[in-house]
């Protein structure tokens, strides 16, 4: 292929994987190409699999880090904060460390009154710089990494597949296809060692899904997983929705970060 000057231009995987920020490799025609086995490793063959496929991040935040997140420039005090809590996941994955007072931040708890904070930006951001350092980390220490490490739960998506599923008018096939993915999520949100729980502060939740909902922030807590929550809804209001007892505990081991400023949807140059 040739560019309008007649040079040749050879297309790179640099802007669709990853791992480009810390591969050696980027943009290196003779090694960035779709068959790159670390390419395949975090977006599969057809490029919306893998690892970050499996992930369930909006398409719009598959590529985002804290480095080049388009929220980085309004929040520069939270992205140095994260930054360094990102840098901590390097010695979660070693089992000799465990006295970092970072490491015993567990949770990260994005509130924001205003929406288009960039909170699920920022969330989605971390959950990347996970599945790097998860991939990258397993590679160097001649381990598999582990097919799911992060995933991404949207609360508020996962509330209309319950909505489906219970309904009385809603043909049956269409809610087994809802309880499929419905149990589905839910098994991966109560597993993978980091999730996003995207809009946590459901206010018209029936009390049987906020039991599930309870039940996968219970299992997290018990397993010692990493969460981060997003909300429009203080996180010490949340204890009217969920109930004192088990929130109180979430509490203790999650940062609250308070998102400033008004919407910037639609701001992305
Ligand atoms: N500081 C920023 N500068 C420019 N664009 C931004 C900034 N923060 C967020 N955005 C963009 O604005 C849009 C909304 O951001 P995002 O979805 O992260 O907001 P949010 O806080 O999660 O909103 P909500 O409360 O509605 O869930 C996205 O397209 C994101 O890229
Ligand atoms: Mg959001």
């Known amino acids: 292929m040739e560019n309008k000057n007649n040079e040749e231009v050879t297309k790179t995987n640099k802007n669709k994987c990853l791992l480009s920020g810390v591969c050696l490799l980027a943009g290196d025609p003779d090694y960035c190409y779709d068959m790159c086995p670390s390419y395949i490793g975090m977006h599969g063959v057809s490029g919306k699999s893998g690892r970050v496929g499996s992930a369930n991040a909006p398409k719009e935040y598959r590529l985002v880090t804290l480095e080049n997140s388009p929220a980085k420039k309004n929040q520069p005090a939270i992205y140095r904060e994260l930054a360094k809590y990102a840098r901590s996941f390097n010695r979660m994955f070693d089992e000799n460390e465990t006295n970092d007072p970072l490491l015993r931040i567990k949770n990260h708890y994005f509130y924001s009154k205003n929406t288009g904070t960039g909170k699920t930006t920022t969330a989605c951001a971390l959950l990347n710089e996970y599945l790097i350092r998860h991939y990258t980390l397993s590679i160097k220490q001649g381990k598999q990494p582990l097919n799911m490490p992060a995933f991404y739960l949207d609360v508020n998506d996962w509330q209309g597949l319950y909505n489906k599923l219970t309904r009385p008018d809603v043909p049956s096939e269409l809610k087994e296809e809802a309880g499929a993915k419905y149990y589905q999520r839910m098994k991966y ?27 996968i922030i219970n299992e997290r807590i018990n397993n010692h997983l990493i969460t981060v929550y997003t909300s429009n809804i203080p996180m010490d209001a949340l204890q009217e929705v969920y109930g004192e007892r088990l929130w109180d505990r979430a509490r203790d081991l999650t940062r609250p970060i308070d998102f400033e400023g008004n919407s910037k949807r639609g701001n992305r140059l």
């Open 189 to 215: 949100a109560k597993t993978a060692p980091f999730v996003v729980m995207d809009d946590i502060g459901v206010r018209d939740a029936t009390d049987a899904f906020k039991s599930d909902l309870l039940n």
